[in-house]
């Protein structure tokens, strides 16, 4: 399966717009890359996917490299709400079992 | 709430015991999930169901087996029970199997502690 690299940490304070960033130079043309959330003793949740295009919804948006080889994603305005942590996932086509990396825990302050 | 119940909530019992966890998915849910999450191995997939038939495996141990029924809700069956199966282990459901990059709904998981 092909591997992410993601910062074990990053910081935001409230109401600022925050960049998650992914590596993952081993994607294939067909890999999606998803992107789930774990609030503290919560089950993950899904944030975002996407393919080749970069993709907007309600919670994020998702920029994808060009190359494909890195992708970020972007909360717009950080809330403390949105302190969890952030797994970018390559999800191999034709499949459907999601593997979780390590994850960047998000920490936001007031 | 993500639609996806799992039971029981918690659970503590000794090593070389059995027990099964529960989850019931999202109505109309045809695809099942097993993780499981530890401290030290993070969130690793275990095993999927799409419809009653199991569709892909991960890193699960021969004590362990799933089964998924024939109203759609699935049983996780952990034997001969180690210090090291204590986890917290979520059961996710989506819509289809294979065929559409589908988000998965996690449940809030059930925590298992091996004394």
């Known amino acids: 399966d092909a591997k992410t690299t993601q910062p074990n940490s990053m910081e935001s304070n409230e109401e600022e717009p925050v960049h998650l960033p992914c590596n993952h130079s081993?994607?294939?043309?067909?890999?999606?890359i998803h992107w789930y959330r774990q609030l503290p003793s919560q089950g993950p949740e899904y944030v975002i996917h996407g393919l080749t295009s970069n993709v907007n919804n309600r919670m994020a948006s998702l920029a994808i490299a060009e190359d494909r080889k890195s992708s970020t994603l972007i909360l717009h305005r950080a809330t403390l709400r949105d302190a969890a942590v952030y797994y970018c996932?390559?999800?191999?086509?034709?499949?459907?079992?999601?593997?979780f990396g390590t994850g960047t825990r998000l920490q936001v302050f007031p | 709430d993500s639609g996806v119940t799992q039971t029981p909530k918690h659970l503590i019992t000794a090593t070389g015991q059995r027990v099964t966890l529960r989850c019931s998915p999202r109505s109309g849910d045809l695809s099942v999930y097993w993780y499981q999450q530890s401290l030290d191995q993070g969130l690793q997939f275990l095993i999927q169901y799409y419809n009653g038939e199991e569709r892909a495996k991960g890193n699960i141990l021969e004590r362990f087996s799933a089964q998924q029924f024939p109203d759609l809700h699935s049983e996780l069956n952990l034997s001969s029970l180690e210090l090291g199966d204590s986890a917290l282990y979520f059961c996710a459901s989506s819509a289809e199997g294979q065929r559409a990059p589908n988000e998965q709904f996690f449940g809030p998981g059930t925590r298992l502690t091996v004394l």
């Open positions: 081993t994607i294939s043309g067909t890999d999606y």
């Open positions: 996932i390559l999800r191999v086509y034709n499949t459907d079992k999601l593997i």
